[in-house]
């Protein structure tokens, strides 16, 4: 469960103009809840996003993991609940190591990393079964090198990445953007699955309208730093991707 | 050549090899590049001759001038992680103050000989004992970089974000890489020292030149990615380089003189460098 | 195709690694090997006197000598690189010059695989290379300078001197034990023993520039990093209207007023010689070391000029030769 209280973000430029990117943001998912959060650029959704994760503190306000608060905490403590999947897929996964590697890096996030030999059968067992979710072939190439797959075998890489340990919490940062409209879908069927049965609370960053209404439970719109608006159920269900669209860069707080 | 040269360059081969090793762990699995080296290795060397002078056994020296190897890497790591300062800017200021750590520690005097005491090669063959070592040295390595602690530090040197990201304490890996590689470092100066019979305060110098270029000529022989090859790869450019030089200091039957050995060494070290790549396997 | 090229390359380079073995060739001569450990104008006069030294016992290079030269730039890596090629040309005497060199060859010595003779080396004991167990073939020639008569010939030049600046790289082995032989002397001439460091030639003229502010004197013995970069220090000491006192007699044309030691070249001639004797069949152990048997007084009187020093007649008499640019 993520609780995200009266947050606040300014960012000091030279010429001392103070910029407040997040203005007292109020936020909580739920276990099995899938968030969708869009709004225009420069709205302040990567930020949000690096204070979650424990790359930017806060000027002001709180975050809870699981009711336990972790506002000052370490991007390495909060690991252990939390997995982040990066807008860009270079980024995300290291491109000299084969995806058994990525993947067995991935496995142990926020855990005690022994001396044990990283290569073991369960383990190649468990990484194939969970390529296979992707259905992209990915499975038989666990000893290529990550660079050679292309821009959106990557991204999706980084999302099974990202669910193969405990993590409760998953941030998803535009993880369709490298993707054809069927492979999409896939990943996004996949992650839906994943966080349901698995229980974990999800907030993920779309500039995909139709993708923000078909999946997930709720949508939230972010506007000058704050929560502007939330859809859920029917009204979500029954918002086309224009309104959408309109609605988030015309609201006036 | 005869076959003692072979020989010898095969010994100072496999010891500099160790010390690329260190070097390959804190340039290529950290990515740091560290010239702690030039300070390191005489450490290690010095540690070393100085209990050997006391009378302790080579063996517990050489194992003893690793820890302070290690210890050097910590500060480097220190110097680098805690106070902000440049990676290149720590290993350089940490080089420059163990001159002065490493004369204290051999009494004031920069030159002690260590003909007349016991050296792990005292009754064992050269050849054999630093073979023997060395494998040692590669398969720890290996083995060390083959797990998921190893797998954490290669992947701060990939890609530092996805190192955070992984719940790495990218600090902290720093500074073991460190402390790992100059041990590695300090080990190959003891080795050297008890070799050669004596410790020179003065015989760090360039020891990163050597420690890359052997590193680099080895990376052109064993262009693979796995930690394995990379061990591999630091021993057999290590001898290499050796065999070069060796080679080089005949060359005055081609009419070349004495001053233009580091020519030679330069030339052929580069013809190892165009030699065309072999595909990745 | 490729393939066939990379078999011809790797044959190539495999069969001229071994192509030199044709150097191993029978020796009518006596063959004498010198590793030197750095290239330095007083080291290459001491060769050359070794080259000498030869030739007045009668051994001509090219007609019953084979003398080889190697330089290890200062790495002792090198020099043992250096010392492993020459032991393998079966040489009948291999000379180090130089500390290092010579401590390169010390394990082929104690097999008695060789004759080792150094030359150059101001502290043979500290250096160990004067061994306890007597069966080493080991022996040579200190350029030790007795220091006792070089601080004489300082106050009697300068009868008000009371501070003495040295200028050394730690890490030469000849000049830490120089500067703490110095130490305890300048207490019994009621002198003041300043000591200035450097790591490398470079750091030097700042070093110089600072020290003689603070001396009346400045002493550099044979210590390689600071004779590097001597003019530097005569330049400094000059604006500051100080003399430079020096143990090798090739440095008082610099500029230096004065030095009291013995000529690198003529060690280099009773190296050559000591050598001989080995050649002609005595066995190398027997030899003690030896130091330098002659001491050359030089002073030079335009440096003295600059300085308003007057330097006392009976100084000029026992000197062996004057440098007076003026007179001629």
């Keep these: 469960m993520l609780e995200l209280k009266n947050i606040c973000v300014t960012f000091r430029s030279e010429g001392n103009l103070e910029r407040i990117i997040l203005n007292d943001l109020n936020l909580t998912i739920n276990p099995g809840e899938f968030v969708m959060l869009i709004g225009e650029n420069g709205a302040g959704k990567s ?62 996030r926020g855990e005690k990393r022994s001396l044990r030999n990283i290569s073991d059968n369960s383990r190649r067992e468990l990484f194939r079964e969970k390529l296979t979710l992707l259905r992209m072939g990915l499975e038989d190439r666990l000893d290529d090198v990550t660079g050679s797959l292309s821009g959106g075998q990557r991204q999706a890489l980084s999302l099974v990445m990202a669910i193969l340990s405990d993590s409760q919490i998953l941030l998803l940062d535009e993880i369709t953007g490298a993707l054809d409209p069927k492979m999409a879908e896939t990943v996004m069927n996949l992650s839906d699955q994943i966080i349901r049965q ?23 719109v972010l506007k000058d730093g704050r929560i502007a608006k939330e859809f859920v159920d029917l009204e979500k269900k029954s918002l086309t991707p224009k309104d959408l669209h309109d609605i988030a860069s015309s609201i006036l707080i | 050549m005869s076959l003692a040269e072979v020989v010898l360059s095969l010994e100072m081969g496999m010891i500099y ?13 950290i990515d740091f590049p560290d010239l702690t080296c030039d300070g390191s290795f005489v450490l290690g060397a010095c540690v070393s001759g100085v209990m050997i002078k006391a009378g302790y056994n080579p063996l517990l020296s050489l194992l003893i001038a690793l820890l302070s190897g290690a210890i050097s890497g910590v500060f480097t790591g220190i110097l680098n992680t805690k106070l902000k300062i440049t990676n290149l800017l720590s290993g350089i200021l940490m080089a420059f103050m163990l001159y002065s750590i490493n004369l204290k520690i051999m009494g004031g005097s920069p030159n002690i000989t260590l003909m007349e005491d016991v050296t792990i090669f005292t009754n064992l063959d050269p050849l054999l004992t630093l073979g023997l070592i060395c494998l040692l040295v590669w398969c720890l390595c290996g083995y060390t970089l083959s797990t998921d602690f190893g797998l954490a530090l290669r992947s701060i040197g990939q890609n530092k974000r996805v190192a955070l990201n992984g719940g790495v304490n990218v600090e902290r890996m720093t500074i073991l890489g460190l402390a790992l590689g100059n041990s590695l470092i300090a080990f190959g100066g003891g080795l050297l020292s008890q070799h050669q019979g004596f410790v020179d305060v003065g015989s760090g110098v360039g020891t990163i030149i050597i420690g890359l270029a052997s590193l680099m000529i080895g990376e052109k022989v064993f262009p693979f990615r796995s930690p394995w090859w990379g061990g591999l790869a630091c021993i057999v450019g290590s001898v290499i380089y050796r065999l070069f030089i060796s080679f080089a200091l005949h060359s005055d039957t081609l009419g070349f003189e004495t001053q233009d050995l580091n020519l030679i060494t330069g030339l052929l070290v580069i013809g190892a460098m165009v030699l065309p790549r072999r595909h990745l396997c | 195709m490729n393939e066939m090229k990379t078999y011809v390359r790797f044959s190539v380079v495999l069969c001229s690694l071994l192509w030199p073995f044709h150097s191993q060739a029978a020796q009518p001569f006596k063959r ?50 250096i010392s492993t090629k020459f032991v393998n040309q079966n040489p009948d005497v291999v000379v180090g010059v130089g500390t290092t060199s010579a401590q390169s060859f010390l394990k082929f010595a104690l097999n008695g695989d060789v004759n080792l003779i150094y030359s150059s080396v101001t502290d043979p004991r500290g250096a160990g290379l004067v061994p306890k167990k007597p069966n080493i073939h080991i022996s040579g020639v200190s350029n030790f300078v007795a220091l006792e008569p070089q601080l004489k010939l300082f106050k009697t030049i300068q009868p008000q001197l009371k501070r003495l600046g040295i200028i050394y790289n730690p890490g030469e082995l000849n000049s830490v034990s120089i ?19 450097v790591t490398k030639g470079a750091d030097v003229p700042q070093a110089a520039t600072k020290i003689a502010q603070q001396v009346d004197a400045i002493f550099i013995s044979n210590d390689n990093t600071a004779l590097s970069a001597l003019e530097s220090i005569i330049g400094a000491a000059k604006k500051a209207k100080v003399p430079v006192y020096v143990s090798d007699t090739d440095a008082v044309e610099l500029g230096a007023l004065a030095a009291l030691g013995p000529n690198q070249y003529q060690v280099g001639i009773q190296t050559g010689q000591m050598i001989a004797r080995v050649l002609n069949g005595k066995d190398v152990r027997t030899l003690p070391l030896e130091y330098p048997k002659k001491m050359d007084l030089y002073i030079n009187l335009d440096a003295a000029r600059s300085l308003g020093i007057v330097v006392p007649d009976e100084v000029i008499a026992q000197s062996q030769k004057i440098i007076d640019w003026k007179k001629s």
């Design chain 1, 47 to 108: 930020t949000l996003f690096n204070v979650v994760s424990g790359f930017l503190k806060p000027n002001q306000g709180q975050i809870f993991f699981n009711h336990k608060e972790v506002t000052h905490t370490s991007q390495s403590f909060r690991s252990k609940s939390l997995a982040k999947v990066m807008q860009d897929p270079k980024l995300g996964t290291m491109e000299n190591m084969t995806l058994y590697e990525n993947m067995a890096f991935a496995l142990k």
């Design chain 1, 198 to 220: 698995e229980k974990k609370a999800a907030l993920m960053i779309t500039h995909n309208m139709a993708h923000a209404i078909a999946y997930g439970d709720r949508i939230v």
């Design chain 2, 17 to 29: 090899g160790i010390v690329a090793m260190g070097i390959y762990f804190t340039f290529r699995v």
């Design chain 3, 32 to 81: 004498v090997c010198i590793n030197q450990i750095v290239t330095h104008p007083a080291l290459e006069s001491t060769v050359k006197g070794i080259v000498d030294g030869l030739k007045r016992e009668g051994f001509n290079k090219g007609v019953n000598l084979d003398i080889r030269l190697e330089s290890a730039q200062g790495s002792s890596s090198l020099a043992a690189q």
């Design chain 3, 179 to 197: 500067v703490k032989k110095m130490e305890d002397l300048c207490g019994h001439y009621d002198l003041k023993l300043v000591k200035q460091s």
